[in-house]
């Protein structure tokens, strides 16, 4: 378990890809050449990581349980 003390984070809600940023090319180009955004396929995540912020949840009045805690990847104090 890392843990890490982070004045700010980019964001801890967004879902990371597997694909490098230079995969959403497979969209724009597409679009560009007149294909409708809606006949694209949908990308999924195939990874997902979960962060813990213990400050905030205790600001909140929420309780992360022990086990939250060991399965994050992230636990922000």
Same mark, same amino acid.
């Given at each position: 378990m $890392? $843990? @890490?003390a982070y +004045?700010?984070?980019e964001s801890s809600s967004t879902a @990371?890809? @597997?694909r490098p940023a230079d995969g959403r090319v497979d969209y724009i180009y597409p679009i560009a050449g007149g294909?409708?955004?809606a006949d694209l396929p949908i990308e999924q995540p195939t990874r997902f990581e979960l962060s813990a912020n213990v400050r905030v949840a205790r600001d909140l009045g929420i309780t992360l349980t022990p086990t939250?805690? +060991?399965c994050a990847e992230e636990?922000?104090?």
């Open positions: $890392r $843990r @890490s +004045a700010r984070r @990371s890809f @597997s294909t409708k955004p939250i805690l +060991a636990v922000i104090e």
